[in-house]
């Protein structure tokens, strides 16, 4: 969704937004908190350019191979959340840090999430799940609200039709379950699940709508190739299923 993003060697060149900054705070700290499951910040370059490590392995981008749907990946996934949500817990954010604007809990902030786990931002090697990619989108936010984006992508919360081929096969409900045991959610938690995440889909397109008449580029393309479309039909899905869903998770 960035433009002019590339590497240099063992580092990642990407062009610094408003909010790069406080991005920049997040990382350090989770550096300095010994959480090693992100890139590292090494400055600005010549051309103002943000440079980071580069961070081996591979991303699980579509279409979805078969370790990437498997129920490991989907434990091993919850249990690299709530390693990166613990670390970050600690982070106060600097005076006047500026957060990139997106869907937000009704409840106060808890933490910095991540706010976009999805496949694309999750490194792999030899078939797990290793670090988080791509902090652009991070902002405060709830541990849950962050968890139902991950599910969004990863259970997955979505229509059939608009699922990775091997996503088809999969039973959301016993997902949305095997996550939250690996994460550790209270049953209060698992019973708002998807409450946040009804909330997640009508926030959220608003919000990328909005990224896509204002900022154009890769957002005005993902909107027009129908990502407002899938998040309709995924939030309709939701409701259709939502009493088997919510059976799982009480």
């Known amino acids: 969704m960035t433009e002019g993003v590339v590497r240099v060697g063992d580092t990642v060149r990407r062009p610094m937004r408003a ?4 991005v920049h705070a ?4 989770l550096e300095a908190v010994g959480f090693e499951d992100a890139p590292r910040v090494h400055g ?3 051309r103002g350019r943000e440079i980071l490590s580069f961070v081996p392995g591979e991303a699980a981008v579509r279409p979805l191979a078969p370790w990437a749907v498997s129920d490991a990946t989907l434990t091993e996934l919850a249990a690299l959340v709530r390693r990166f949500h613990d670390a970050v817990a600690g982070f106060v954010p600097p005076p006047g840090a500026v957060w990139v604007d997106g869907a937000k809990d009704d409840r106060p902030p808890e933490l910095i999430g991540h706010c976009d786990i999805t496949p694309d931002n999750v490194v792999f090697r ?3 799940p290793c670090a988080l990619i791509d902090f652009d989108m991070a902002r405060p936010t709830t541990r849950l609200f962050d968890a139902a984006t991950v599910l969004r992508h990863w259970a997955p919360i979505a229509d059939p039709v608009d699922r990775d081929p091997l996503q088809r096969r999969l039973d959301a409900g016993p997902r949305l379950r095997l ?3 690996a ?3 209270s049953a209060r938690d698992r019973r708002r699940l998807l409450e946040v995440s009804r909330l997640r889909f009508g926030r959220s ?4 709508r909005a990224w896509a008449e204002r900022e154009g580029g890769g957002w005005a393309r993902m909107w027009r190739e129908g990502a407002g479309e899938r998040i309709r039909r995924a939030g309709a899905w939701l409701d259709a299923n939502w009493d088997d869903l919510h059976a799982h998770l009480v």
């Open 183 to 185: 994460y550790g959610f």
């Open 26 to 29: 997040l990382l350090r700290h």
């Open 205 to 208: 397109y608003v919000a990328m």
């Open 19 to 22: 909010s790069s900054p406080a």
């Open 126 to 128: 030899d078939g797990r």
């Open 179 to 181: 996550f939250c045991d």
């Open 44 to 46: 600005v370059d010549e």
